[in-house]
């Protein structure tokens, strides 16, 4: 079988002049097409280091990243990366802010152009598209977002925290939003997140990393008796708390 992303023996070192601090140690893991995957672990344990290495804006110490069958690949366009914030640019629409990414990498055509359309009309964002992101709420500038991330057609998103600066109810309502949109368009997602329950409502399988330097501790298939929930009703299911107990006692061993 060809994974969407495999990692092998993974590790990785930030160097300063004070010496070396080790931030990942021997990770190893496979990722299907398509699959959700989330990431948990102490804070400061190297999730997001993670997301770097995988994007190719770090290189891995020792070990091997392949992506799609090809090592170290030389184009990482086929990744897309979601941050806590949406990072839309306050001049411009909402539509000019969705080409952004097609504009940087030289790939704006009629043809692309009629997708981020087919797009914010599919994700309820047309009647959006000639406004500024301050007339927007938060969630459908997070909306936005995503909508300037599908376009590229990436095989591979990265979520690295991309609700956290949602109030609560803002966060629910949206990650379950994205969460369906990930899942109809068939993307291999890897999220990092503090929110246990956001990683049991969201995906397929949690890794959990240990402190730094962060190791998988334990991989937990997530898996819920009807298939079709959505993240919102997989946290009212039978499953969600067994799912997200068993996660907590890995984290807080002490506890």
Request: aromatic share 8%.
């Amino acid at each position: 079988m060809q994974y969407a992303l495999e990692l092998k023996n993974v590790h990785y070192a930030y160097h300063t002049l004070e010496g070396e601090t080790y931030a990942l140690k021997d990770i190893t893991f496979s990722v299907r097409e398509g699959e959700f995957i989330a990431l948990v672990g102490p804070s400061g344990c190297g999730k997001s280091t993670l997301l770097h290495l995988i994007a190719g804006l770090l290189t891995p110490e020792k070990g091997l990243i392949k992506i799609n069958g090809s090592y170290h690949p030389d184009n990482t366009s086929g990744i897309g990366y979601m941050l806590q914030k949406d990072e839309l640019l306050e001049w411009r629409t909402i539509y000019q802010n969705v080409l952004l990414g097609l504009e940087i990498q030289h790939a704006l055509t009629a043809r692309s152009r009629a997708l981020a359309r087919a797009l914010l009309t599919q994700y309820g964002l047309n009647a959006f598209a000639n406004a500024k992101p301050s007339e927007l709420s938060g969630g459908m500038r997070q909306r936005a977002a995503l909508i300037r991330t599908l376009v590229l057609k990436p095989d591979i998103m990265l979520l690295d925290e991309p609700f956290s600066a949602l109030d609560y109810q803002t966060r629910l309502n949206v990650s379950d939003d994205i969460g369906q949109i990930i899942k109809k368009e068939k993307k291999t997602a890897i999220l990092v997140t503090h929110d246990l329950a956001e990683a049991v409502s969201l995906a397929d399988r949690i890794l959990v990393l240990t402190s730094r330097p962060a190791t998988i501790g334990q991989t937990v298939n997530v898996s819920f008796s009807d298939p079709g929930l959505s993240p919102l009703a997989r946290r009212n299911a039978p499953e969600f708390k067994t799912y997200f107990n068993l996660i907590w006692k890995e984290l807080n061993p002490d506890e």
